[in-house]
Nanobody, 115 residues
Framework: QVQLVESGGGLVQPGGSLRLSCAAS????????MSWYRQSPGKERELVAA????????NYADSVKGRFAISRDRAKNTLYLQMNSLKPEDTAVYYC????????WGQGIQVTVSS
Protein backbone atom coordinates (compact mmCIF):
# COMPACT_ATOMS: atom_id res chain seq x y z
CA GLN A 1 0.00 0.00 0.00
CA VAL A 2 1.43 3.34 -1.09
CA GLN A 3 1.55 6.07 1.52
CA LEU A 4 2.86 9.62 1.51
CA VAL A 5 2.50 11.24 4.92
CA GLU A 6 3.40 14.91 5.32
CA SER A 7 4.35 16.53 8.61
CA GLY A 8 5.98 19.71 9.91
CA GLY A 9 3.45 22.34 8.86
CA GLY A 10 1.92 25.00 11.05
CA LEU A 11 1.82 28.70 11.78
CA VAL A 12 4.97 30.80 11.45
CA GLN A 13 5.71 34.51 11.39
CA PRO A 14 6.99 36.22 8.25
CA GLY A 15 10.73 35.69 7.95
CA GLY A 16 10.57 32.43 9.85
CA SER A 17 11.39 28.87 8.82
CA LEU A 18 9.69 25.50 8.65
CA ARG A 19 10.78 22.07 7.48
CA LEU A 20 8.22 19.80 5.90
CA SER A 21 8.73 16.05 5.81
CA CYS A 22 7.08 13.42 3.64
CA ALA A 23 7.45 9.82 4.76
CA ALA A 24 7.05 7.48 1.78
CA SER A 25 6.26 3.78 1.72
CA UNK A 26 4.93 1.13 -0.62
CA UNK A 27 7.01 2.00 -3.70
CA UNK A 28 10.63 2.36 -4.79
CA UNK A 29 11.33 5.81 -3.40
CA UNK A 30 14.74 6.25 -5.03
CA UNK A 31 13.45 5.74 -8.57
CA UNK A 32 10.54 8.17 -8.43
CA UNK A 33 10.52 11.88 -9.15
CA MET A 34 9.59 13.42 -5.81
CA SER A 35 8.06 16.88 -5.62
CA TRP A 36 6.34 19.39 -3.41
CA TYR A 37 3.25 21.24 -4.65
CA ARG A 38 1.11 23.84 -2.95
CA GLN A 39 -2.36 25.22 -3.33
CA SER A 40 -3.81 28.43 -1.95
CA PRO A 41 -7.55 29.17 -1.76
CA GLY A 42 -8.90 30.13 -5.16
CA LYS A 43 -5.67 29.20 -6.95
CA GLU A 44 -4.51 26.19 -8.92
CA ARG A 45 -2.09 23.73 -7.42
CA GLU A 46 1.46 24.73 -8.36
CA LEU A 47 4.82 23.00 -8.37
CA VAL A 48 7.15 24.29 -5.67
CA ALA A 49 10.19 22.02 -6.03
CA ALA A 50 11.10 18.70 -7.63
CA UNK A 51 13.89 16.17 -7.23
CA UNK A 52 14.30 13.76 -10.12
CA UNK A 53 16.13 11.08 -8.10
CA UNK A 54 18.59 10.68 -5.30
CA UNK A 55 21.54 12.82 -6.38
CA UNK A 56 19.75 13.91 -9.54
CA UNK A 57 18.58 17.30 -10.76
CA UNK A 58 16.49 19.67 -8.70
CA ASN A 59 14.09 22.35 -9.89
CA TYR A 60 12.36 25.19 -8.06
CA ALA A 61 9.56 27.59 -8.81
CA ASP A 62 10.92 31.09 -9.34
CA SER A 63 8.93 32.32 -6.35
CA VAL A 64 10.87 30.12 -3.91
CA LYS A 65 14.37 30.05 -5.41
CA GLY A 66 16.99 30.93 -2.84
CA ARG A 67 14.56 30.43 0.04
CA PHE A 68 13.41 26.79 -0.18
CA ALA A 69 15.48 23.63 -0.45
CA ILE A 70 14.23 20.16 -1.37
CA SER A 71 16.13 17.09 -0.28
CA ARG A 72 15.57 13.36 0.08
CA ASP A 73 16.92 10.78 2.49
CA ARG A 74 17.13 7.44 0.73
CA ALA A 75 17.76 5.50 3.93
CA LYS A 76 14.63 6.91 5.55
CA ASN A 77 12.49 7.06 2.39
CA THR A 78 11.70 10.64 3.31
CA LEU A 79 11.40 13.82 1.28
CA TYR A 80 12.03 17.20 2.88
CA LEU A 81 11.31 20.82 2.10
CA GLN A 82 13.29 23.36 4.09
CA MET A 83 11.49 26.70 3.88
CA ASN A 84 13.33 29.84 4.98
CA SER A 85 12.48 33.55 4.83
CA LEU A 86 8.80 32.66 4.65
CA LYS A 87 6.36 35.22 3.28
CA PRO A 88 2.59 35.55 3.72
CA GLU A 89 2.19 34.54 0.08
CA ASP A 90 3.72 31.16 0.93
CA THR A 91 0.57 30.36 2.88
CA ALA A 92 -0.98 27.25 1.32
CA VAL A 93 -1.65 23.57 1.70
CA TYR A 94 1.53 21.76 0.72
CA TYR A 95 1.39 18.36 -0.95
CA CYS A 96 3.99 15.67 -1.40
CA UNK A 97 3.96 14.02 -4.85
CA UNK A 98 5.61 10.92 -6.26
CA UNK A 99 5.66 10.34 -10.02
CA UNK A 100 6.93 7.70 -12.38
CA UNK A 101 4.61 5.26 -14.13
CA UNK A 102 2.09 6.07 -11.40
CA UNK A 103 1.32 9.31 -9.57
CA UNK A 104 0.79 9.42 -5.83
CA TRP A 105 -0.25 12.30 -3.57
CA GLY A 106 -0.05 12.93 0.13
CA GLN A 107 -3.02 14.26 2.07
CA GLY A 108 -1.56 17.77 2.29
CA ILE A 109 -0.47 19.89 5.21
CA GLN A 110 -1.29 23.50 6.04
CA VAL A 111 1.42 26.14 6.19
CA THR A 112 0.31 29.58 7.38
CA VAL A 113 2.66 32.57 7.37
CA SER A 114 1.19 35.39 9.38
CA SER A 115 2.05 37.86 12.12
Amino acid sequence: QVQLVESGGGLVQPGGSLRLSCAASGFTFSSYVMSWYRQSPGKERELVAASTSVGGSINYADSVKGRFAISRDRAKNTLYLQMNSLKPEDTAVYYCNARREYIYWGQGIQVTVSS
